[in-house]
Structure formats: C-alpha cells, structure tokens
C-alpha cells in the first residue's frame, strides 16, 4: 500500500472525463429554469446616450430586461481589483468604476449592457435584439504602446495610467550601468493571448424564495473567493446564506479566477424574477470577454562585464490592463513579473518599472503563468543576446552566472530556498544531444530548411506566500489554503480541499498523498472540492499552488488525524501515546506485537464506549469523532526551475516554422505522480509554443477584435507538435513538508523564450511574437535571404 | 439558432419543389449550420437532400471523372477510382478541415458555397468541370461569379461534378494556420488541350492565373514559373496574410505543384 506517492498512477477523474460523465455547470439544469443573454456593446468606446428596452420586454418569453439603473438602483457593487497597486510616487493604483452592467460609457467590445432573461434561450437572444441602445461612439485606443499619449478614456484617470511601479534600486542600477563593460539592449512584445478554455463560462443563479437561500453554479477556480467578493464588494447576498458550487471545470487557465459581471447578474436576476437563471457563454462571448493575458510592450537593458559576468539589469514595460481592473490585474504584471526578471542569474542590482496603462480593449488578468512567462521571456532573451554579442556558447554564459548557492536571496524580493540549475542544464544538453546540434543544422540545409537552437532556464516562484508579507503590498486576502481530513466510521476518507481542480488531478494526486499518509487505499479516498457548503473556506487553485499549499494542508490534517490516532491506540493496546508508532495504517505499540489498524482506531472515535463485541471507550479528555482540519500558510513561494532546449526548421521560401526537437528537464522537487506531471508540462509547453508561433489577440484600429473565432485566432495543435523529452532533476523544497515546487505554468513559463531563441537563431535577425510565417519571411527577407525575396 | 422547418425529400424533383419562400438546401451542414446558429443566416427550411438516392457516389470513365454533389470529403478522399484517375483530387479532399468535417461535408456544399478560401472550386477550375444542376449543364468557368455567388439560379440543385481527367496535375495548399482553410491554394492541370492553373484563397472569388499558365504552356516545370511576376493588385489582405505575401506564395505553391505533378 505504501509509496503511493511518486508513483505513476492513472488519473482517477479519467473515467468519468473520457466517457462523458462530467458534470459541468451547462450541464446542470433546474425546474423551472429561465435563460440569460447579454446585449453587449459593439463599439470600443462610446456613451451610452439612450436604453430603450420596452419592446424586448414585450417580446414572447421575456420575463425580465435588467439594465445598469437596474443594477444602480439595487445597490448591486460594481466589479473589484483585488490586490491594489502603489505607484513609485506613493499614490494608490487608479480604477475607474466597473459596473456589471454598464450605466453611461462602454470601453470594450462585448462590454455588458444589459440582459434579457426569458423562458427560453431563442426567445432571450431574439427580444436581446430589439433591445435598443444608442451609443455615441468616440475614438478607441487599443495599443500599449499608444496608450499614455492618448485622450483620457476613465474620467480622472489621466494619461489612461492607472499606475506607475518601479522595483529595484536605480540608483545602484545605473552605476552598474555606468562600470559596465558591454550593454546589451532588447525591445520585446509579450503579444496578448486569449485563455480559451475548453469549457466555456457558464453561471446559473437560484435564489430559493422559502429559505432566503442563493446558490450560484458557476465555472470557477475559487468558489469560496468568488463568494467572498460578491457578497462584501458586489452585495448580492450575505456570505452566510450564499453557496457557491463550482462542478467540474474545463480549463481555466486564469480566466476563471475573477468574479465576472455574468455571475453577478445572474444571481442578481434570480433574486428579481424568484427563478433560475441560466447562462453559458457561447465561444464568442469567451473570446470577447474572458480575461486576456500577457500584453507587455518591455524595453530591457543586461549589464555584462568582459568576464561575461552580469552586473545589473534594468527593464521598463509598458502593460496593457485593458479597459477596467481585474481582480489580478495589477499584482501579474509587477509583483508576479518583475522579481522573476533576474531569472536564474546571480545578478546584483536591478531596476524595474511597469506603467498599467488603461485600452478600449478586454481586461486582461492572469493567465496560465502570469507575469512569469513574461519575465522568463525578457530574461532569456536578453541572456542569449549577450551570450552572442560578446562570443560565448550561450550555456556557457548561463552557467557563469547561475546561482549556486542555497538558499540565496536575490536582489529583488526572492529568498530561493534550493536549486540545482546546473544539474538541471546539463542533464538537458545532454538529452537534447546539443554537441551535435552544427551537424543537424547542416543536415536541414540541404533539405532547404534553416535550423536553429533555443534555450530557455527559467525558475518561476508559485505558491504566493506568506499571507503577512502579500498582505503588506496590496492582496485583499491571505493565501493560505484549507483542508479536512473526515475519516468515516466504516474506514473510508472524505477530504475537503479548498483548492479546485479544472485539470489538475486533484482528485488523484491528493488521494495519493493522504492513501501513504493514513494507509488508505486510494478507492477509499475521496477528494471532495468546488463547494462552500462542503469543504471549510479555501483560497481555490492558481499559481501552481494546489499541492504545495493545498497539499500542506491535507499533510497537516492527516498528523492531527494521527496524533489523535495514537492517543485512542494507547487506551485500547494499554500504553502510553508516546509509545505508539504509525506505520502503513497501524497504531504500533512499541517493543510488542500489539497493534490496531487505522480503520479500528476511526471506528471506536464514532463508537466511544462498550456494548455488545464493540469494546472502545475514548481516553480521558478525547472528543468522539475523527475529524480534522488545517489551515496552512507557508512561509515562502516554492521555486521550480529547469532548462528548456528548442529546435526548429524555418522554411526559407515561406517563413514557416516547424518544431522538430524539444527537450524539457524540470526540478519540481518531490514529483507525487509522474504522469499528472508530464501532462501539465505537455500542455504548458504547447500553450507557450502557442504563443510563439500561433496565438495572438487582434484589435483593429477602431477597436474590433479581428481575432475573435477559431477562423481567426491560431490555436496549438497536436499536429504542430514532435515528440517531446522530459525528464527531471530533484532539490525539494524546503518550505513545505511535501518537498514540492508547482508545475502546472512551467512549461508556459519557459517555452515562448526557447523557441524564439530558436527562430531567431535560424533566422538571424529579430522576430517578435508570434512567429508567424509572414513575419519570418518579412524578416529572411530584410536580412538578405534570396530565396524568401524570390 | 433561430427556428426552422426541417424536410428530407426523397428526389431531386422533390427537393427543388419545396424550395420555396425562404427555404434552402441543407447538405453537410458543416457551412450552414454555423452560419444559422451565428445568426448570419435564417431560413424558414432547411431542405436534407443527403437523402436523395443516386445524388451520392463516384463514376469514372477514361476522360471523365463524375462524383454526385452529396459526396462526402472522406469518401473522395479514400476512393480508389479518384486515386487511381486524379490522385490529386484525393488528396485535396484529405486536406480539407478535420475529420468531423470530411465525414460530413460534401463536394455539392461546398462548390454552391464558394467561399473564397475553399478547396474544390480550384479544382473545378483547373479540372475544367462542368456541373450538373437539376436544371442545365454549367462550365467551371462559368459557374463560379464571385464572393459566395454562383450561377445557380433559386432552387437549382447541384447534382454532380464532372471532372477532365488530365494528363498531370497537382494541388498544393498553403493552410490559413488558424482555420486551415487556403490561405493560398494552387490547383495546376495539364489537360489534353491546355494547361490551367486555379488559385483559391487569394482574391474574392476564385480565378485561373493567367500568367502561369502561359508560362507553363511553354514549359511545364517549375523552373518555369521563377520568372513571372506575380502582381499583388486586388489580393486579398487579413490579419493572416498580407496581399504581397500571398503573391509570393503563390509562386511557392505553384512550383511546389509543378514538381509533385
Ligand atoms: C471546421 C471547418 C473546417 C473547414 N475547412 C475547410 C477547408 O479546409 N477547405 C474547404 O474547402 N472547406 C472547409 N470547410 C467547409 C466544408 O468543406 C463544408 O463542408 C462545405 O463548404 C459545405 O458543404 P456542406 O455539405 O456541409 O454544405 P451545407 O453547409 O449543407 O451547405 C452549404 C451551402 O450550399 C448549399 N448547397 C448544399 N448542397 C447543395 C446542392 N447540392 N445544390 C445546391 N446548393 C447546395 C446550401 O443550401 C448552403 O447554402 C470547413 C468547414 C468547417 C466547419
């Protein structure tokens, strides 16, 4: 039974998963059910001069038409920025109003105006027709760049700057830069992504008129946080007469963190008519609407003396928070981004600043990674560039500037407890057969093909910590994470997580944990989540942080299962607690060969007494049951790390890129289940390659999301994908008894940099991304290639 | 989705009878039926003709080539027959959409269609097809008339697709990345008489490339096609594909047809 952990086990949630038996929130349908559809605004940016809903109300089906007076009137708050930003002159971040449903002013296409609920969805979307708004269009700002320069679009929110960060010491920076033998500068776009979930958003509000009770189905990574900010910031209901259930989840990737306007409203509006009220995104709703990520326009500038010694960096970006301020918004591109600029390099002073700009475009927040892809892709840019200006093999500057001792504090924020970037580099170039890669090259050329080589060894920090320190730099909440461990009087155990699994594997990995821990088997072990009425409040899943938060807990709560274990063993095997081992699920007396099994021990915690063949009256001072729970708050982030190598084939007549070789060596620390792990590091890297090569968000000139369909918008697929190699190295964490570091953004993290050192290297010149074959021909072509001028 | 009556006639004659009013003929579904649930297009009726007997099915002769407008992508993709007679036209059908949509969608569809960036009417073009309507004959030339426009008149039915069996040819696609629909797509044939050369993808409806096929009359290599000039002019122009890169393609393509014909 032992040494579950580690061990690769199939996923217990693939059953219902691959054979159609999830049960998603579009799934779920109530008696009497009525259905949603959002008039949304077609311009960028406009006044709202006249809302005319009287003939929707009119129309067939339609029970109600709820408007922004509606909201106004009903004292329904407006959406929230969650962790608040200060400026580098002391000043508060800005954040124009956010209202659910808009009252004067849209600012971005698929802005919310208003909702038809009706008897049916058709009759919803056809009376969503003849609601009638004029609006007063005015013109749009929608790049980063132009963002500063151009007419306020919030009232009060000059320059459309919402805050102005800087990080570092710039006074030590810039005589870094003064001493520096060669500095190396670099202009980099981090182009906007949209998360596209599988699943999309879908929320239905039930308000029950007997209890006063409301519960919200809803698409969420943070049930417990999204019930929390509705009813203190959004006044839908009181928290305790308000449950959030969040089924399973098809992906989200960030854009299912935040409190959306359609969760709000629904709720609202179930409160209003005294119906359910349903509603599910269609996939242009996720494409307008859910959060963007990334979005950076950077210059950046590596300091490197004649040694190849880095002595200072300094970046400035500019990042597009798009049209309001989300929950994350602001934290992802400073906190979650600048410290991770350093990367892995022992650099000794940096400086950085971020302007939060304000476009008519969708609000982005955090996805997959945010901020640390970002930086990793500054960083490994940047590295490579120097590697190439002043001669070296780009490894080998690298690892003359790795850390090599831990725990090492960086110059920025992060104290990193351990590592081993050498181990890590090695075991790839080796993996990656990199001594061979001038052979392969010359092999590509004669099929026509240039080839090049990326690297990318980055470290991100997951598992935001402490709850004291995040505090102090603007979270509205501590992140710590919850658990219970309920063991059943027949021998089985429910666990309640407050994190969420949409794709994780909870369900298994959290089994595998607590199945060694208490010497269950892994059937017996149910892994409950996504409910407040169930589990006590927990903080939800992002930031790669389920395990080594999340996980802490489970852990925790199993030696208070234990502890109390060992109490009940010594009264029924006559010894003392202290005296009682626990191994593989038996409460040992010591020196003897008396024991009881764990399922023993939790029968007598139900059955505290003597009647009939049940002898097991509790000791003294021992409450009945065998329930724990723990709240557990680390004392750090974990901090993954691992090198990437990447090699493409650029096609010289067209520009397109074709991966052929990528190796992938992480140090996760203790690894629960590699399986769970190499799937996460697959889809990472595919969504990182994604953003190299493919994805890309599109607005015009006028503010219209040219990009908004799978027509459109350039989505990985498995065809644009070779075989990977994986493999890792191990240095565990030390701020958690599990020894784990996250990997669920890793791969996401790391990859847009490796291929694009590899696409730049092929091609010779600079690309930003995505690469896209046009681009590549562009730039062959600029750079002399004959055969892309052909 | 807007509501709609759904009939299946059972003949030809049948199914242009109910085409009356706002009604139109439902095949694969594959354009349709996202254009209705989109609300881009409504119809009082949507009339199945994947139900008409002899409408489906494959026939070759030795200068001909005929496949029924219900024909699905997949099934032109793993005939024998079109392997055997035009292994090009097999082979375009494979590089059409995805599984779901070759199972699904059909030749008639997709040539009453014309979209501009779709497959099969380059090969219409190129394979000098005429297409049987329930009304008349109509040459490739003809049939094709712009943006989603076709000569078929309200209520024609597409009935089949005859095709030249040429001597050579070749399909060479250069996929649009995100749809994978032509971004630009060059359908080259050496017929018995001439040589043509269609392009799909490229301007608003398809077209036979002039120069190219001059070029490749004189001289059927790609080494022909090095020295004509492509002019960029009325190419179209998206967030994929600058008009100028599409020319360029062109040429890419247009060679890489010529030497796997
Ligand atoms: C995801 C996706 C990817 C695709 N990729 C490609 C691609 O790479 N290349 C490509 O070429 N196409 C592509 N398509 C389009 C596909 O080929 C469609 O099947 C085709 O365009 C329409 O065929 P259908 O049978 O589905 O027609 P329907 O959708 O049923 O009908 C389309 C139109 O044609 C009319 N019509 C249908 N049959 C007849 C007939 N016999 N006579 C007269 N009118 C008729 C209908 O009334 C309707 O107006 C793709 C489609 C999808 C959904």
Redesign the interface.
């Known amino acids: 039974m032992a040494n579950l952990v580690g061990a690769k086990i199939e996923r217990k949630e693939d059953k219902k998963f691959l054979t159609g038996k999830g049960r998603y929130t579009a799934d779920i349908n109530l008696p009497k059910q009525t259905y949603a559809y959002f008039v949304r605004s077609p311009h960028a940016r406009a006044k709202i001069t006249k809302l005319d809903h009287s003939k929707a109300m009119k129309a067939p089906g339609v029970i109600d038409v709820f408007t922004g007076d509606c909201v106004a009137k009903d004292k329904i708050g407006g959406l929230i920025c969650g962790w608040k930003i200060v400026s580098q002159d002391g000043k508060d971040m800005k954040c124009p109003p956010h209202p659910v449903l808009a009252k004067d002013s849209v600012n971005f296409v698929g802005d919310h105006v208003a909702v038809v609920v009706a008897e049916t969805l058709?009759q919803a979307?056809?009376a969503a027709e003849l609601v009638n708004v004029s609006y007063k269009v005015q013109r749009a700002v929608t790049r980063t760049d132009e963002a500063t320069k151009f007419e306020n679009i919030h009232e009060g929110i000059d320059n459309n700057l919402s805050f102005d960060f800087l990080l570092g010491d710039k006074g030590k920076t810039d005589e870094a830069f003064s001493k520096a033998d060669k500095i190396v500068k670099l202009d980099v776009v981090n182009n906007r992504l949209i998360p596209n979930a599988m699943e999309p958003r879908a929320a239905i509000g039930d308000y029950n008129t007997s209890s006063d009770e409301l519960t919200l189905y809803t698409a969420s990574q943070n049930p417990h946080l999204d019930r929390l900010i509705m009813s203190a910031f959004n006044a839908v209901h009181p928290e305790h007469k308000f449950r959030i259930v969040s089924p399973d989840v098809g992906g989200g990737f960030g854009s299912k963190i935040n409190v959306y306007a359609e969760d709000v409203v629904v709720a609202y509006a179930s409160k209003k008519i005294g119906r359910p009220v349903k509603w599910v995104a269609e996939r242009?709703e996720s494409f307008m609407s859910d959060n963007h990520g990334r979005d950076h326009v950077t210059h950046a500038e590596l300091a490197v003396n004649n040694e190849g010694k880095i002595t200072g960096i300094k970046v400035d970006t500019i990042a597009n928070l798009g049209a309001y301020s989300l929950v994350l918004a602001a934290v992802t591109p400073t906190y979650l981004y600048a410290p991770l600029l350093l990367g892995i390099y022992d650099i000794p002073t940096a400086c950085c600043t971020v302007k939060g700009v304000y476009t008519n475009t969708a609000p982005t927040d955090a996805y997959r990674g945010a901020g640390r892809p970002e930086a990793t892709y500054v960083i490994e840019r940047i590295v490579t560039e120097a590697a190439k200006e002043i001669g070296m093999d780009q490894a080998e500057f690298r690892k003359k500037n790795f850390i090599q001792k831990f725990p090492h504090q960086q110059c920025l924020v992060h104290n990193i407890d351990s590592g081993d970037y050498n181990a890590h580099l090695d075991k790839a170039i080796e993996l990656a057969d990199y001594k061979n890669f001038e052979n392969r090259r010359s092999q590509s050329a004669k099929k026509g093909k240039l080839r090049g080589i990326g690297f990318s060894t980055y470290f991100e920090a997951c598992g935001v910590a402490p709850s004291a320190v995040v505090m102090s730099i603007g979270s509205g909440v501590g992140l710590w994470e919850s658990a219970e461990v309920r063991f059943n009087a027949t021998g089985n155990v429910s666990v309640f997580t407050g994190a969420h699994s949409h794709g994780q594997s909870h369900d298994t990995t959290f089994a595998q944990i607590v199945g060694d821990k208490l010497g269950v088997a892994i059937e017996n072990i149910d892994i409950v989540h996504g409910d407040t009425d169930k589990g006590p409040f927990g903080m939800g899943t992002y930031g790669s942080r389920s395990l080594a938060v999340g996980g802490t807990a489970i852990v925790n709560a199993c030696d208070k299962i234990i502890a109390k274990g060992k109490k009940v063993a010594a009264k029924m095997l006559e010894g003392k607690p202290e005296d009682i081992d626990f191994k593989a699920g038996e409460f040992i007396l010591k020196n003897s060969n008396k024991k009881k099994t764990i399922g023993e021990i939790a029968f007598a915690c139900y059955l505290p007494g003597t009647f009939g063949d049940v002898n097991s009256p509790l000791p003294e001072g021992v409450e009945p049951g065998l329930i724990e729970t723990s709240f557990f708050d680390p004392s750090n982030f974990s901090f993954p790390s691992g090198s990437h190598i990447c090699e493409v084939e650029v096609d010289e007549?067209?520009g397109e890129t074709k991966l052929v070789k990528y190796t992938v060596v992480d140090d996760f620390g203790t690894v629960i289940n590699p399986l769970i792990v190499e799937g996460q590091v697959y889809g990472g890297v595919a969504q990182g390659v994604g953003q190299a090569l493919?994805e890309?968000a599109?607005y015009d000139e006028s503010g219209q999301l040219?990009?908004a369909s799978?027509?459109?918008?350039?989505?990985p697929r498995a065809d644009n994908f070779p075989q990977m190699t994986l493999d890792y190295t191990c240095t565990p964490a030390t701020s958690n008894p599990l020894g784990a570091k996250g990997c669920g953004e890793a791969g996401t993290i790391a990859a847009p940099a490796a291929v694009m050192n590899a696409v730049i290297d092929a091609v010779g010149t600079d690309v930003q991304m995505p690469a896209?074959?046009?681009k590549v021909?562009?730039a062959l072509k600029k750079n002399g290639s004959k055969k892309a001028a052909? | 989705?807007?509501?709609f009556n759904f009939k299946s006639a059972t003949n030809t004659k049948e199914a242009v009878k109910l085409i009356s009013g706002r009604a139109t003929f439902l095949a694969g579904g594959m354009t349709l039926l996202p254009a209705i649930k989109?609300?881009l297009a409504a119809y009082s009726d949507l009339i199945n003709i994947k139900k008409i007997k002899g409408l489906s099915g494959i026939k070759v002769s030795s200068k001909s080539l005929r496949i029924g407008s219900t024909t699905t992508h997949a099934e032109v993709a793993a005939s024998k027959e079109v392997g055997k007679s035009i292994s090009s036209l097999a082979i375009l059908a494979e590089g059409i959409g995805d599984p779901q949509v070759r199972n699904r969608g059909t030749i008639g569809g997709s040539i009453a269609n014309n979209d501009p960036a779709a497959d099969y009417p380059s090969a219409c073009l190129a394979l000098n097809a005429t297409i049987h309507t329930s009304k008349r004959k109509i040459s490739a030339d003809k049939f094709f008339t712009g943006m989603f426009e076709t000569d078929l008149k309200k209520g024609e039915l597409v009935e089949s697709i005859e095709f030249e069996v040429p001597e050579k040819s070749s399909y060479a696609k250069?996929p649009?990345?995100?749809?994978r629909?032509a971004l630009v797509g060059v359908y080259v044939a050496k017929l018995k008489k001439e040589v043509r050369v269609a392009v799909t993808g490229v301007e608003s409806c398809v077209f036979r490339c002039k120069k190219l096929e001059d070029a490749l009359s004189s001289n059927f290599s790609s080494s022909a096609i090095?020295n004509v000039n492509i002019s960029s002019k009325g190419f179209n122009a998206?967030?994929?594909?600058?008009a100028e890169?599409r020319a360029?393609?062109i040429?890419?393509m247009a060679k890489k047809a010529v030497s796997s014909c």
């Open positions: 058709e979307k056809n242009s007549e067209t493919y890309n599109h040219t990009s799978y027509m459109d918008y350039t989505m896209t074959a046009e021909w562009k052909a | 989705m807007k509501s989109l609300r250069f649009n990345p995100a749809s629909y090095d998206d967030i994929h594909a600058s890169y360029h393609i040429k890419v």
